[in-house]
């Protein structure tokens, strides 16, 4: 078990982090909760507000309708709401497209625009597309879709000084914005404006370093994150870089949103792992749709031409979206930009992977 193995005086979350990362011998998993089965004495009921949100644009956004909703809490963690798959049979492959093909494109920024010419990274997918097309076990070299580690959107994280700034800035995907506002409200966050958004691709050896999320201006709004393709264990400390964090499993549909005493503590994904059963919900569910979702839905069905190379994506890998507000209402960026110490992620490596190459 691995929190008990920490001896007073360690810095026990890294000890922890590294324990999972672990490949040989592979880590103890016994201890890590799984809100898809809701057995743990850790877990407690989670409430929302299914009037905020009506089941028609619920099922626009492609969910269920929040009554139905499998919402929970952890004890210890005021203000931490995690929901187990939401989305409506057929509606995951959207939200997948969408970070495969479309948030990568240009004006987002991306990691290979920090060693790559704006021209070779002006089509990811399209540069992508053929060789994940093909059938399995033919050897290609890395696509530059596999080689992606992070996007920005909407007001575009700066990686080194960890701010954000008005001048660099790209307007917010709408659909993702509105399905935002649907989960946000639900968790009783009415008025919550996604601003900014932080997509992290992580291959089956990825890990993301333990690191806070501090950056937005505004601590009072809830910090959402969105989960699809293979699963991960998600490490959830406290507010001081030793306290021993909780393990938990992320499935793909999984949803967390972290607010109020919860907004601000530390956290990390030391490995990906295998899909329960080998194969995602979303595999399994392919493109075809639920019937529940509406004319008017922003999500669209995909095509099979292109789920091809998505479903071959996330056969092997994960992709994770953190959706933020940055300003409260009425808000403006300082003249100086805030320099935030605390967050000390880029010395434990980010976006760490144990294959990383450019």
């Known amino acids: 078990m691995a929190a008990s193995i920490v001896e007073t005086g360690e810095d026990a979350f890294r ?14 998993f016994s201890d890590a909760i799984d809100f898809s089965k809701g057995v743990s004495t850790k877990i407690v009921p989670a409430k929302l507000d299914p009037t ?5 644009e619920a099922a626009r956004a492609g969910l269920q309708p929040v009554r139905a909703w ?18 409506l049979p057929g509606s995951q492959p959207f939200w997948v497209k969408q970070c495969l093909k479309s948030y990568p494109q240009k004006p987002n920024v991306c990691n290979l625009d920090m060693h790559m010419s704006p021209t070779d990274t002006q089509d990811i997918w ?54 935002s ?3 946000t409200s639900a968790c009783g966050f009415s008025g919550f404006n996604a601003e900014a958004g932080i997509l992290n691709y992580y291959r089956s050896d990825s890990s993301l370093g333990i ?35 909780t393990a938990m499993y992320m499935h ?7 607010s109020g005493q919860s907004r601000l503590l530390y956290h990390a994904v030391p490995c990906i792992v295998p ?13 075809s749709q639920d019937p529940s979702l509406l004319d008017s839905s922003v999500v669209t069905p995909v095509s099979e031409e292109d789920w091809v190379p998505c479903s071959r994506y996330i056969q092997s890998s994960r992709v994770n979206v953190t959706v933020r507000q940055v300003l409260a209402s009425g808000q403006s960026f300082p003249e100086i930009p805030l320099l935030h110490r605390k967050n000390d992620s880029h010395t434990e490596g980010y976006h760490d992977t144990g294959a990383e190459d450019s």
């Open 15 to 28: 000890k922890i982090f590294k324990l999972y990362k672990r490949r040989n011998p592979p880590p103890d």
């Open 52 to 56: 905020a949100v009506s089941d028609m």
């Open 70 to 87: 499998r919402a929970f809490g952890l004890k210890g963690y005021p203000g931490f709401i995690f929901i187990s798959n939401p989305f």
């Open 126 to 179: 399209g540069k992508s597309v053929h060789s994940l097309s093909l059938p399995p076990g033919k050897k290609e070299p890395k696509t530059l879709l596999e080689k992606l580690r992070w996007v920005t959107l909407g007001y575009h994280y700066n990686w080194n000084t960890k701010t954000y700034s008005a001048n660099h800035y790209t307007p917010f995907p709408a659909e993702l914005h509105f399905l």
């Open 181 to 183: 506002q649907q989960i």
């Open 211 to 245: 690191h806070v999320d501090e950056s937005e201006l505004d601590h009072s709004r809830p910090l959402l994150s969105l989960s699809f393709g293979q699963s991960a264990i998600f490490l959830l400390g406290g507010i001081r870089r030793q306290d021993p964090p």
């Open 252 to 258: 793909s549909g999984d949803m967390m949103l972290m």
């Open 275 to 287: 899909a329960p059963q080998g194969r995602t919900a979303l595999e399994l569910e392919g493109c």
